[in-house]
């Protein structure tokens, strides 16, 4: 019988032991032997969880337990989530985590600690949350030279894009509903302005070229000046708008940027509505595969979450520490990358004509012109706008 602890008792906290306990001969089995949940670690009591006998407030508790073997962080942020990560490592425990801020700030480091001390860290659950996608990128596509990997990242924006879309509501109603049904956080920021999605975008970047980025350095545009008429034109010119995360080989190291992106009706990822993800990779060898599935949640991230707990007791004795690429990776310029754009502007059709020749804008009901350019990059892109009063620039997924 082997121990695990689970570090926060939030949503994803409660769902990991609940499907640690709904499953627990095929984890066990998974594993190798029987796991135990030995301690909760939370910061008030619950006398009603079903769980009350094993919480508690102290961490230095599970960390002086040599009957724990993995320990799954899924606090949240970088406090206490990286103290408490350290230590476990420190104290010769294997840490699994879905906390992507940690491991796309403190990754790489405590991916060495990790190894240093002979113990697992696992973060399946970190990007796209239940959906299988580091190990099938890291070991099942190991025979490829990953040249791109990009997706819809973020389940509270694509639930936001997808109710402006078929609902025509605004951005702040649809905003509201997503709040009411507990998918955004009361201050959505993170969520919003993509840097959530940036972050998981940096995870990715990092298994997949060989050098670590810092999300900071990733050019990150959220979805907050996405309007309504923004879903229509789309609709009309034949795209849909989502939030995606891309990260791309080229000639310059690795390119990496989160953007609200027009992507053809005909793509795998215009039909990845709601709280949904997706993520399409390239390989050299596989081609392009696409991974969809629930991207958040209580047991759609504690199914990652529990996954990766049996593996760690499973490799108790030849540990798995994914290549969080090699410190310092330079992000290469977002503005090189050419691609057609979309224009939303106040224009009319000899104006947009006279500029690009052979485009054929098209109309919302009040009367705003959209349209889409050929390839070019974005300084040439900004300098054609200049003549028309543009509103809206974005990459379209070509
Ligand atoms: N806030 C995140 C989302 C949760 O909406 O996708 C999962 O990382």
């Known amino acids: 019988m082997i121990k695990y602890a689970i570090l926060g008792f939030g949503t994803v906290g409660r769902g990991v032991a609940e499907v640690m306990a709904g499953q627990k001969e095929k984890l066990a089995a998974a594993a190798g032997e029987a796991l135990e949940l030995g301690y909760i670690l939370v910061r008030r009591d619950m006398p009603d969880s079903p769980w009350k006998d094993r919480m508690v407030r102290d961490f230095s508790v599970i960390e002086r337990d040599p009957d724990v073997a993995v320990v799954a962080e899924v606090i949240g942020g970088v406090g206490a989530a990286y103290d408490y990560s350290r230590r476990a490592i420190l104290a010769g425990k294997s840490v699994v985590s879905s906390n992507k ?11 060495a600690l990790a190894k240093e001390h002979g113990v697992s860290y696992l973060f399946e659950g970190s990007v796209g949350g239940g959906i299988p996608l580091l190990r099938p990128l890291c070991r099942c596509l190991a025979a490829n030279r990953i040249d791109e990997v990009y997706g819809i990242l973020n389940g509270t924006t694509n639930y936001i894009l997808t ?7 605004d951005f ?9 049904l507990g998918y955004a956080e009361a201050d959505p920021t ?3 302005e993509g840097i959530d999605a940036c972050r998981k975008t940096a995870i990715l970047a990092d298994l997949s070229f060989g050098h670590n ?19 229509e034109l789309a609709r009309t010119l034949g795209y849909t708008v989502k939030l995606l995360g891309r990260a791309k080989r080229t000639e310059n190291g690795c390119l990496a940027f989160v953007q609200p992106h027009l992507v053809p009706l005909s793509h795998n990822l215009a039909s990845v509505n709601g709280v949904m993800n997706a993520c399409a990779i390239r390989g050299s060898a596989v081609g392009e595969v696409v991974l969809c599935g629930p991207g958040a949640g209580s047991h759609p991230t504690a199914s990652a979450v529990s996954a990766d707990i049996a593996d760690a007791v499973r490799h108790r004795a030849d540990p798995v520490v994914p290549d969080m690429g090699a410190p310092g990776g330079t992000v290469a310029a977002e503005s090189a990358l050419v691609s057609p754009w979309y224009v939303r502007a106040d224009a009319a059709p000899e104006a947009v004509e006279a500029l690009f020749s052979g485009v054929k804008p098209v109309y919302s009901t009040t009367g705003e012109c959209g349209f889409i350019t050929g390839p070019m990059d974005r300084l040439a892109a900004e300098k054609l706008l200049a003549g028309l009063d543009g509103r809206a620039l974005w990459r379209v997924l070509a």
């Open 101 to 111: 801020e940690l491991v796309a700030t403190h990754g790489l480091e405590l991916a």
């Open 172 to 180: 702040a109603q649809a905003l509201r509903k997503a709040q009411e």
């Open 213 to 231: 980025l810092d999300p900071a350095d990733i050019p990150t545009t959220g979805i907050t000046t996405v309007a309504a008429v923004d879903l």
């Open 163 to 169: 109710a402006m879309d078929e609902k025509g509501q």
């Open 190 to 192: 993170a969520d919003v």
